[in-house]
Every structure is written in structure tokens, then in C-alpha cells.
């Protein structure tokens, strides 16, 4: 099994990169990760770069859509911009749901997590996020996990609280499980 994650945040720092830890610790053995490391890279959706005169993509776009196909899974950690997902996480998105018919992003399992400074734990990113992925064609648990309380909430690649860790934990193990019921 091999897990694509799209983290929506693209600054060093970020809490939702060290939420795609936390997660990715809990991978069974054999089980591989790849974190994407550009969304910010890659230009915003434009319907005349998908495919337009020439039928090609750019080279951002069509190795994001590779990685998509050749993954089992998606794991989705989203902060909050604005009570919404950032724009970065959502033009990823875009792209990876398209060409219609043959997304690379039609009918993988996905999974949400999230992680801000508010108690709210990021709730309308994660809840935007399951509504993007549904209308994309992902298979996408409606169950996300939201982590609050900024970085005190953290403690390197682990999460203070061990009931929110186990949440993580279980989620992962349902998106795996999703995963595995669709290869067999
Ligand atoms: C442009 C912008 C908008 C934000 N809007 C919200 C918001 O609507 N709700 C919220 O809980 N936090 C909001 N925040 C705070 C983020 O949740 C916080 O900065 C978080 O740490 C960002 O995630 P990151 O650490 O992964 O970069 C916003 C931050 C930025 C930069």
C-alpha cells in the first residue's frame, strides 16, 4: 500500500506538516508515504494548460496526477484560511480532478485531517475539504480527525493528547482498510 498526502500549508513551521507525521507513524509496516513536497508549484487551474491546444500538461501538474494514479490512498491534512481550505490545497484538487472521466482521483479512498490554533481544530477546512474530495470523485471518509490548540498540542512527531493520537491512528487504519477492500 502506498499513501499520497497533500498537505494545505506550505510554510517550514507548519503544524499540519507535523500532523502528516503524526499520521504517517502510524502506517503499518510495509505500507509507504509519499508527502507531496510542491503544491506550491504548481500553477493555478487553468482549463487551457489541461490538455488545451497541444495535449499536454505541465510538468507539475502531470507528476502530481502520476503519483495520484500509482497511490493507493489519500490523506488530506488541511489548515483553516478564512473557514475554508487554502487555495493551495483546493487548486491541487482541481487539477487532480481532471480529465473528467479519468481523474487519477476518481474512486481513491481518502481521509481528512486538520490542525489550527482555535478549538475548533480547523472544522470547516476539514469539512470543505470532505465536500471537495466527495465532489471530485474521491472515495472519501465523511469521519475526519481535527487537531486543536496550536503547537502546544504537539510534542515533536507526537500529539500530547493519547486520545487524539488513537483518532489518528484509527482514521489512518480506516482509510488503509477502505484501501485494501477496494485491491482485493
Ligand atoms: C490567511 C489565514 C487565514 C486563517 N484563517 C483561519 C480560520 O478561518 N480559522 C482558524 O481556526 N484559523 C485560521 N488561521 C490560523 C491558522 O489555523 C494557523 O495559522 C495554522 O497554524 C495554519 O496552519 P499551519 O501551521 O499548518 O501553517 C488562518 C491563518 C491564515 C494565515
Do not use: C
Not at 487539477?95 to 478549538?119: D, M, N, T
Not at 512527531?157 to 493520537?165: A, F, N, P, Q, Y
Amino acid at each position: 500500500m502506498h499513501v499520497l498526502v497533500l498537505v494545505g500549508s506550505l510554510r517550514a513551521g507548519s503544524l499540519n506538516r507535523r500532523l502528516a507525521a503524526v499520521a504517517l507513524r502510524h502506517l503499518p509496516a510495509g505500507t509507504t508515504a509519499t508527502v507531496w513536497p510542491d503544491l506550491g508549484r504548481l500553477p493555478h487551474y487553468d482549463q487551457d494548460l489541461d490538455g488545451g491546444l497541444t495535449g499536454t500538461v505541465p510538468e507539475s501538474v502531470a507528476a502530481l496526477r502520476t503519483a495520484m494514479t500509482a497511490a493507493d490512498a489519500l490523506l488530506v491534512v488541511t489548515p483553516e484560511y478564512n473557514g475554508s481550505l487554502p487555495g493551495v490545497l483546493k487548486n491541487a484538487l482541481d487539477w487532480l480532478s481532471r480529465p473528467r472521466g479519468q481523474a487519477s482521483i476518481a474512486g481513491k479512498p481518502a481521509a481528512v485531517l486538520g490542525a489550527s490554533l482555535s478549538g475548533y481544530a480547523a472544522r470547516w477546512a476539514r469539512e470543505d475539504a470532505v465536500r471537495v474530495l466527495r465532489v471530485a470523485g474521491a472515495d472519501v471518509l465523511e469521519e475526519t480527525v481535527g487537531v486543536p490548540g496550536g503547537p502546544a498540542a504537539f510534542a515533536g512527531d507526537l500529539l500530547v493528547e493519547g486520545e487524539l493520537d488513537h483518532a489518528v491512528g484509527d482514521l489512518v487504519g480506516a482509510l488503509l482498510g477502505r484501501a485494501q477492500a477496494l485491491a482485493a
